[in-house]
């Protein structure tokens, strides 16, 4: 399995970026997807995650600023982000919980290999 994310880069203050995750390989199901962040110095933590049912969970930080959305049937994740501020900065990773065949007892987690976002004027 493998996480390719997309759409990282410069923004400025205010401005918006869209970041896109597929999911490819062997995959039965995918039960959850979504982005943590990791800013130097720091410990990775929750951006969003989203359901296979839709239900979504935010880090409260983030909540009203940032959007994430899933396409079940491609295995893409996005995540619109409007109003970045320079504390955003950090690389982004794509994260998925799945079901690789139908005859695994248990889900296994896989990680992209992040995308710099950094915010800044």
């Known amino acids: 399995v493998q996480l390719q994310a997309s759409g990282g880069g410069l923004v400025q203050p205010g401005g918006s970026l869209r970041l896109s995750c597929t999911a490819s390989?062997?995959?039965?199901?995918?039960?959850?997807m979504g982005w943590y962040r990791q800013a130097p110095g720091l410990q990775r933590e929750l951006v969003a995650v989203?359901?296979?049912?839709?239900?979504?969970k935010y880090a409260d930080s983030l909540k009203g600023r940032f959007t994430i959305s899933g396409d079940n049937p491609k295995n893409t994740v996005a995540l619109q982000m409007n109003s970045p501020k320079p504390e955003d900065t950090a690389a982004y990773y794509c994260?998925?919980?799945?079901?690789?065949?139908?005859?695994?007892?248990?889900?296994?987690?896989?990680w992209g290999q992040g995308t710099q976002v950094t915010v800044s004027s």
């Open positions: 994260y998925a919980r799945l079901f690789a065949s139908e005859d695994d007892w248990n889900e296994s987690e896989y």
């Open positions: 390989g062997s995959i039965f199901s995918i039960s959850v």
């Open positions: 989203i359901g296979s049912d839709g239900s979504a």
